[in-house]
């Protein structure tokens, strides 16, 4: 399995050089671009995307999920695939008028680290 592109983790316009990374608002789902969305908004719209194309449902061209005879959609699971990176969604919370969404990201890395270590990237190569 080929490891995740660029494209698949932040969008078919994300486009990186030596020094930035440059992300299209657009392509992050669920998120609705503003010029100032907060930071948190931006980060679920990562994560979102990235469990997207970890785990879902398989869907039509024109975006209906594709259900069996029985009616349960048809899903897919590629973790297994991504043996450092898991992004799963877990549950909704409807707090005070508020949907909270809340997804579960594992970083697998060697060896493993007490709680509270900093990681660097260059750990997940």
């Not at 990235?50 to 009616?71: C, D, E, H, K």
């Not at 909704?92 to 594992?106: E, K, T």
Request: aromatic share 8%.
């Amino acid at each position: 399995m080929q490891p995740l592109s660029l494209a698949d983790i932040f969008g078919a316009s994300a486009i990186q050089d030596g020094t930035t990374l440059t992300i299209t608002k657009a392509d992050l789902p669920g998120l609705t671009p503003t010029m100032n969305n907060r930071a948190e908004q931006l980060l679920v719209g990562i994560l979102e995307r990235l469990r997207s194309r970890i785990r879902g449902n398989i869907t039509s061209p024109t975006g209906l999920t594709l259900t069996s005879p029985a009616g349960s959609p048809i899903t897919f699971d590629q973790s297994k695939y991504y043996e450092r990176l898991d992004c799963l969604y877990w549950r909704v919370n409807f707090r005070a008028g508020q949907r909270i969404d809340q997804l579960i990201v594992h970083c697998y890395i060697t060896p493993p680290l007490a709680p509270g270590t900093v990681i660097a990237p260059s750990q997940f190569e």
